[in-house]
């Protein structure tokens, strides 16, 4: 196979998650005595598991007390406690191994960050199980193309959800914070409030209301006003 089919080969695989075997990387399960393999996985939102990515990690060799994680952290926030310990971990000839590219970076600048780390301490990069040296030409220049591919994908999330949130509120499903009193209600508190006969502890009471809604309401209304 030629270089170039490889490349396309790794960024249609990229494009829809797929690990694929390149010939111009290597499957390495089994390291040296000296070298290690350090997993690293993430996920974006607190709902989100961790499991899938940790037996992957564990299914390309990487031991479990190897994997270090970040939780609740998205691809472009570099402020990422599991991925600054993984790193710190590496050691010249170690390979850092990630199961998609996504999971270690979604921004070409952060990618080229890491990739910069790991060619001054002699550390390879694993993606799921395709071995790429970044002091190689060649796989570094392949994996600036994932790191392309990575961020196109964020960028493309951002644009959907930006466009979805326009469409809903178009239609009305996306009204935002609705206020606790209709314009009725907080009228006719405004009229109780300025004859005295209520306390705002009453007022709170009497429209099913938090105290912070009487005086913020009080105070709107007197602007208003």
Known sequence: MSEFAAWARALEGAAHGIVLDLSIGERAPFLGMNEFLIG?????????????????????????????????????????????????????????????????????????????????????????????????????????VLAMVAEFESDL????????????????HLRGK???LSTAQQRHLMEVHLAGTHSTAELAELFNVARSTVYRTVQRQSVEH
Do not use: W
């Open 178 to 180: 609705q206020p606790k």
């Open 40 to 144: 690293y996985a993430r996920v974006s939102t607190n709902e989100q598991d961790l499991t899938a990515q940790r037996n992957a990690l564990e299914n390309l060799g990487v031991r479990s007390n190897l994997i270090y994680t970040d939780h609740g952290l998205t691809g472009t926030n570099r402020a990422r406690p599991g991925l600054r310990e993984a790193l710190a971990a590496c050691r010249n000839g170690d390979t850092l191994v990630v199961a998609k590219l996504d999971r270690l970076a979604r921004s070409l600048r952060d990618a080229k960050d890491i990739i910069d780390e790991l060619t001054v301490k002699g550390v390879k990069l694993s993606i799921g199980g395709s071995v790429h040296d970044p002091t190689d030409p060649v796989g570094r220049l392949l994996f600036n």
């Open 157 to 172: 999330i951002r644009a959907r959800t930006r466009e979805g949130m326009q469409v809903a509120k178009a239609k009305g």
